[in-house]
């Protein structure tokens, strides 16, 4: 979330220094405020500036909820970036501010919403949607093609089961659509990029067979014209494709992953531009293909462990639970490990599924323990939250951090917290979080998933099913 705050952030810095013109001091006590932490004195500055330029002030509020996201103040922060959103809707409709802005806020709102579990965001995607498209183009392939996918796979993932076969089929035929007009002029490096960026998405949503299909032919279409004038919103927008598609392959088909990361690399070393954007685009990709490297041997590692007798747990501590000192005390059960941190979003969004596995499986023969280690963190009575301590936090304060932590979220499984020195985390190749680990009942690893999401989601639990009935 914080990557996607970031983006946000440099999408609007164009629009915000042109609204100073008409509010320069707003916009300077704003900073201030927000500077020196003074989130109080932001709120009522923004609550009672009701003269102040409107597009500044969507820039302001959605400045403030991402400070306050980082500051660890949730609740505050979501509170603020719906009230964003709403004014950027209010802003939009009459024409004052750019679509693509209104999107930007919507997602973030959105992206924060669901970082809380029962919260929601769906009215705002549904009324950015009706802007964007009241004004699509049906005849021209534009921008706000991929504006409309964006809010649509947003409403996908954040709607009602029983309303996502309807959003997944308005997402096929929107992309169909898209492909139509792009066919008229398959040619033009601005409608390449553009449609670069639907594909993208759709790579995001679709199988992963069918996204191996949609990415050979795009990262193909790409190639050719990037070979014959190297544009820079085409290759910035390439880039963005293969990093994202081997991104989603690293861990689960290392070798493809690193297919298409030779490939790209291949094709980005021949261009010859001296365009800034141009290099930018192929320097970074470059560089963060070292770190795409490193997570493809470390998938390759994860994937060597299928099979393989489990690593002995080390346990410090347990919240929420009786104490367990070894794995082979759950011998003839199947065992769901989860590395996870308070700070951790994605941790927290797999929250809802790790309690529906927990009560639809312990009775069949599913355990799952929790894993996390010390990170000096205290409990903030006033906010209701974790915050990161300014001096050492003693284990007895973590712990009680984490009992409460663990209460607010209603988890119903135990947690163990491991000891400083543990090697728990690199028996288990943990390199990022939320991982999760499936062992069968005699005590080998079968499933590795790193991350969350549906799909991560669906795979766990349909092998816990498998283990469960062996």
Known sequence: MKRFIACWALLFLGQHVIAQEGGAQFNQTLQKALAAKDFDAAIQLLDESQDAPLAQRVTGRMQLASILMQSNRQQEAIEQSIKGAKLAIDVARDGKLPNQNLVS?????????????????????????????????????????????????????????????????????????????????????????????????????????????????????????????????????????????????????????????????????????????????????????????????????????????????????????????????????????????????????????????????????LTILGVTRQYNMKWDEAKDNFVRGDSPVELEEEMGMLEKFIAKHQLTHRTMVTPEKSEMQSQYAVTGIPHAVLIDKQGLVRLVKVGSGSQNAEEIESTIKKLLAE
Not at 278 to 303: C, W, Y
């Open 105 to 365: 806020a919507v997602m973030m709102a959105t992206s924060m919403s669901r970082s809380v579990e029962g919260s929601t965001s769906s009215p705002l995607v549904s009324d950015a949607l009706e802007i964007v498209r009241s004004k699509l183009s049906q005849t021209e392939l534009t921008t706000d093609h991929r504006l409309v996918l964006d809010l649509l796979r947003t409403q996908f993932q954040t709607g009602q089961p029983s309303d996502q076969d309807l959003a997944r089929s308005l997402m096929d035929k929107h992309i169909a659509k898209s492909e139509e007009l792009f066919a008229k002029d398959s040619s033009d490096p601005a409608k390449a990029t553009t449609m670069l960026g639907i594909w993208n998405t759709q790579i995001q949503t679709v199988d992963p067979q069918k996204g191996h299909r949609v990415y050979k032919s795009a990262s193909e279409h790409a190639e050719k014209l990037i070979k014959e004038s190297a544009n820079p919103g085409l290759v910035a927008a390439y880039t963005n494709l293969a990093s994202s598609y081997i991104g989603r392959n690293a861990r689960n088909e290392p070798d493809l992953a690193l297919a298409a990361l030779d490939s790209a690399k291949s094709v980005l070393g021949e261009v010859s531009s001296e365009d800034r954007l141009v290099k930018q685009s192929v320097e970074m990709f470059l560089k963060n293909s070292q770190n795409m490297e490193r997570t493809i041997q470390g998938a390759k590692r994860l994937l060597s462990m299928i099979g393989q007798p489990a690593p002995e747990i080390d346990p410090m501590e347990w919240v929420n639970g009786e104490p367990l000192s070894k794995l082979s005390d759950l011998k003839g059960r199947v065992v769901l490990i989860d590395f996870w941190a308070v700070w951790c979003g994605p941790c927290i969004a797999t929250f809802p599924h790790l309690k529906h596995l927990d009560q639809e499986y312990s009775d069949k023969g």
